[in-house]
């Protein structure tokens, strides 16, 4: 059996499962928003990302804006989930509403010599941005970019037919959105709600990337875009679906 039919049957699986698990439902979310703002430095622990969010309790010992993020990133989860149940259509606007929420406490105001941008706002950058050796897309073609790219979004969504195609649209928009690096920050928290934004709206079960494949799925972010190649990217996202999948159907059954 291939991997992705394998998928299929473990989704088909989790959807009844899940019915009327509202708690389980709950603790889902808050392990996506641990395991993503884990990949992004946050150092506090899944327990207390749970405390911060169920019970209001900060931890203690941690930095104030990483508590920060933790928050942001529940909200944006949360708003990002709603559009997607109201099959609210892709554009820029809902996309930098997801980006300002992301980052709306620990965000920034940039002064620059291209001018002044708000990132908690959901503004594009207008600095140019690095990672390690990558340098992303110069921030005067940003605008253009994230233009075609809602376009051809939205020209595939109602096409897609199969559970691949479908997987693939939503790994593509991750891969593309992360591609461009619109904001000053957030990207990667960002590209990984539109890609759960895309699987919710065509009623897939949305997932995380493990924390503890943070560094292989920065290798093969980069890997794709050297060669050109986003087939690598989709293996590895599917590979993370399974792994999310698998876990939490052993949650569900214990």
Same mark, same amino acid.
């Given at each position: 059996m291939n991997r992705i039919s394998k998928l299929e049957i473990l989704v088909s699986r989790y959807r009844p499962a899940m019915q009327g698990?509202?708690?389980?439902?709950?603790?889902t979310y808050y392990a996506f928003t641990y395991h993503s703002t884990a990949i992004e430095g946050?150092?506090?622990? =899944?327990?207390?990302?749970?405390?911060?969010?169920d019970l209001d309790m900060p931890a203690k010992n941690k930095p104030f804006t990483e508590q920060q993020? &933790?928050?942001?990133?529940?909200?944006?989860?949360?708003?990002?989930?709603?559009?997607?149940k109201e099959h609210a259509t892709l554009t820029e606007t809902l996309i930098r509403q997801i980006g300002a929420l992301a980052v709306k406490n620990t965000g920034s105001?940039?002064?620059?010599?291209?001018?002044?941008?708000?990132?908690? %706002?959901?503004? +594009?950058?207008?600095?140019?941005?690095?990672?390690?050796? %990558?340098?992303?897309?110069?921030?005067?073609?940003v605008p253009?970019?994230?233009?075609?790219? &809602?376009? =051809?979004?939205?020209?595939?969504?109602?096409? &897609?037919?199969?559970?691949?195609?479908?997987?693939?649209?939503?790994?593509e928009l991750h891969y593309r959105f992360v591609s461009i690096h619109p904001f000053a920050d957030g990207n990667g928290r960002t590209?990984?709600?539109?890609?759960?934004y895309i699987l919710a709206t065509v009623e897939l079960p949305v997932? +995380? &990337?493990?924390?503890?494949? %943070?560094?292989?799925?920065?290798?093969?972010?980069e890997k794709a875009r050297t060669n050109d190649n986003i087939t690598?990217?989709?293996?590895?996202?599917?590979?993370?679906?399974?792994?999310?999948l698998e876990k939490e159907l052993k949650a569900i059954e214990e």
């Open positions: 698990q509202a708690d389980l439902q709950k603790l946050s150092t506090l622990t =899944e327990g207390q990302v749970y405390n911060l969010l993020m &933790v928050i942001d990133h529940q909200k944006a989860l949360i708003f990002t989930l709603n559009k997607a105001i940039y002064s620059t010599s291209s001018g002044t941008f708000d990132s908690t %706002r959901g503004e +594009y950058r207008l600095l140019n941005v690095f990672a390690g050796a %990558r340098r992303f897309p110069d921030s005067a073609k253009a970019l994230m233009k075609t790219l &809602v376009s =051809e979004i939205n020209s595939k969504i109602g096409k &897609v037919q199969t559970f691949s195609q479908k997987c693939e649209l939503a790994f590209g990984r709600l539109l890609m759960n997932f +995380y &990337v493990f924390k503890s494949s %943070r560094i292989p799925y920065i290798q093969t972010l690598v990217f989709h293996d590895f996202m599917y590979r993370q679906y399974q792994k999310f």
